[in-house]
Each structure stands twice: as structure tokens, then as C-alpha cells.
């Protein structure tokens, strides 16, 4: 489904982010992307999201080369994903029930459809309190939640989460990873960055690591091992 | 016509939710409209008033005394063939008499030269007026070569001149001051309307970064903003055109006593749709521009 091919990534003046990384991600597959800070987790899903260029190499997205793309097209493209950042990026005008509208008004989605979609979103992560409440007077764990329902909304083929977990406590992070899993069953394929150990070894996925902008590891039913 | 009903929705939320920003673009388009309507409506007060002035100069032509009322009437009709002549009012000897009489009728001394004379010194004269002073000249210069000449004893033309071509430099200043103040004032006007836009817009660009992300395509995303700059620049319109309707309305009796003739609430309401057209293509033009511009900006993702 996705593939990525030697892929390289060089920040001016020298800082090597990506070095020569190569691998495929399959439909509905769960991958987990580990590694400490700066091993190239974000910029690996910053290019998969083209928000930024490789310096060299490809990624295929099915049968589409993702760089070829022109700036138009990339709006479509991204319709195609689902994102969950670790410091949420939820539009801070919009209210939650607006945040999760959003994406499917941009896939054309009818006004009758999303009124009778959202209410079923927002009771998947327990949200459905707080519809009308703006992202400023919700908790972290919230927002999380919030972000996730906007993330799934559209019913994307792929899920990144960067390091969805990074400001949770163990309660939110539980519920979240248990979420990703539902969504999983359901058929999303998940890519998955984070450095949270308990994490990785309870997940029992795919697990990629990543150091100093290499592939060290790539094992079916990985652990963190760093 | 769901996107553009959609967006029409955002960028009424866009505006209503952020009613800090959304004021304070507006106070400085109104600024901005209303200094511009200023300038346009000075333009055509000064205008008015070089008009005015130049309309009370005429030109005196005078005839010797064996001129005739029959040749001095012919001189009048092949004048009033002049596209350029306005208006040609003939004074006889015996009125240019009773003029200065009445004018003078207090004037002991006057009067008593007059007395003195024993005859009527005054010529009979032809007043001319044409459409605009700089063509006395041409005028001039036609009856001096024309067959006419012989019968002329006097043309006040050249004791005018000076004065004639005085209030055309002043006119001409006038004008060219006015369009300078209008430029000059204007960009400044529409720059800091133009900032004042773009640092409002400044707080959306994560939102405008997460919307890319998120799949918005540049329509979905410039469309509120442009939809935000149209309400803000058709509110700013609409408060402009009432404070000037209202100052207008108000002052007036107090510039017509002061500038008799000078209906400003007349002009303003005559040329309301002139001014209404200004006053939206700046604040809808500069809104939507100021808008798209900076947008634009930060849609590179």
C-alpha cells in the first residue's frame, strides 16, 4: 500500500534526518515507528504527509508517486490520511463537533450525513458531552480524543499518530492505544510513532526503529529495543 | 453550492467569533473610507469654488462713440458664434452712466466731477464670458484681427490678465496638491488598513498550516477569509456612509451660510452612488486584497 524507497533526508547545513530508509507498509497492517528523539520518526510522517521533500528517494502511496503530485492535488491526496499529532492540532475557532466536521465537509460529505455521523464519532471517544465546547476548555486527554475523532471521521485508508500519547497520563494513553486498535480491526491500516516502551511491548505489532536517521530493525512482532 | 454555502458559513463564524480583531478592522477601513471620502469630496468642494470665482471674471470689450447699436450687435452675434463664449450681455453708454451713478451716488466728489464733464464719458461695451479663463486669449485675439477692430476703443483683457492667470495657477495648484494629498494619502491609508488585515491574519496561520494537513484544499481555505474581509469592508462601508450622511447633513446650513451656493448634502446625495462605489471598492477592495494577499502566504504547505 505504501512503500518507501531509499529514502534520504538532509537538513542545511549537514543534520542527516533520514538515511537511505526502505520499507513497505501493507492495507490495514498496524506499524509501530520507535526510536529516541531525533532518530526521524516526525520527518519520516512529514514526508508521508508531504509537508516536506525528501533530498532523495520515493514514496509510492498504491500506485501514486507522492512527490510527483502537483500542490493542488495534495489537498486530495491528504484527504486520504488521518492525523493525530501529539500537541493535537485542532482548529482553535472551531468547536469539537465543528473540528470533526471539518474533514468531511471537505470530502463533500451532505449536512444530513454529518449530522447523524458526528453524535457516533464523538461517543467513540467519549466526547459527545463536549461537542460544542472550542478545544481551549478541554483537557489534554480530551483534545487527544478530539483529535482522534477528526482523524477517523472521514474514514481515511491510513492513520499517522506522532507521538499521540505524549502528553497523556497512563489512564488517556491506555484508552488511546485501545482506540487505534479498535480502528485497526476495523480496517485502518495505523502508522504508529512514538518512544513510549510500555507502548511498543504491549501493542505486540510491527515494529520499525529507528537511529540516527537509519533503519536498524524492522520485526513482525517487535519490542522496543533500543 | 454546499462548499459555498459552507464557506460563506465559516467566514461569517470566522468574523463573529473574533469580535476584537474583527472591530478593530473595521475602525481602521473606516478610517481609511472616510479619509479617502474626504479627499474626493475637498476635490469637488475646491472645484466648485475655482468655478465659482473663475464664472464672476469677464472680459470688457468698449466701442469708440461713432460705433453703432446695429455694428455693436453684430460684433455680439459673431462672438456668440464662438463655441467657446458663454455668455455676451451688451451695456449702452447711457446704461454704463446710470451704473456708475448708482454706485456712486454717495460719492460727493465723484458725482461732482461727473458734473463737471458735462457729458456722458462712459463707452457703450460688450461683456464676454467664456468657459474657461485660458480661452480670453484665442477670444481676444479673434476680435483683434477680425474687421472689427476699428470700432474697439479698449479691451480690459490685458489689465485682467495678471489676475486671470493668478487664479489659473491657483487652480492648477489646487488640482495638482489635490491629487498629490489624494495618492499620498490614499496608500498610506490603504497600507496600514493593509497591515492591520495581515496582522489579524497573522493568528490564523497554524490554523491555516492544520487545515492543509488536514486535506483543505486553497478554495476551502482562502474562501472564509475572503467571505471575512467582505463583511468586515461592508461594515466599515456602511458606518462610513452614515457618519458622512450624518455630518453632512448636519454641518450644512453652516457651509452654505459660510460658502453661499456650496450645497454639500446636495452634491453628497447626488453623487452618493460615485461615493458609495469608492467607498466599497476600498474597504471590500482592500479587505478581500489584504486578505488573499496574506494568505496566500502561508498556503506554500
Known sequence: MISFQNLTKIYPPNIVALDNVSFDVKEKEFVCIVGRSGAGKTTLLKLLLAIEKPTRGEIFFGDEELFKIDHEDLSKFRRKIGVIFQDYKLLPSKTVYENVAYVMELMGRSDREISREIPQILKIVELEDRSHNFPAQLSGGEQQRAAVARAIAHRPQVILADEPTGNLDPYNTQDLIRLLKKINKLGTTIILATHDKEIIDSLKERVITLERGRLIRDEKEGRFII | MTSLKRIFCFGWKNFSRDPGSSTAAIFILVIVISLITSLYLFENVAQFLILSIQEKVDVSIYFKEEASEEEISKVSQELSKIPEVTETKYVSREEALQHFTRRHKEDPLLMGSLEELGVNPFFASLNIKVLESSQYESVVGFLEKSQFNPLIYKIDYYQKKPIMEKLLSISSQINKFGIIFSIVFGVIAILVAFSQIQLSLQNSKQ???????????????????????????????????????????????????LVPGLNLLGFFTSHFCIILLIQISVGVGVGVFASSIAIRKYLKV
Open chain 2, 207 to 257: 490554523e491555516i498550516g492544520i487545515m492543509r494537513m488536514v486535506g483543505a484544499s486553497n478554495f476551502f481555505i482562502q474562501g472564509p477569509f475572503i467571505i471575512q474581509g467582505i463583511i468586515i469592508g461592508g461594515s466599515a462601508v456602511l458606518i462610513a456612509a452614515l457618519f458622512f450622511w450624518g455630518i453632512i447633513y448636519g454641518l450644512n446650513p453652516r457651509i452654505e451660510s
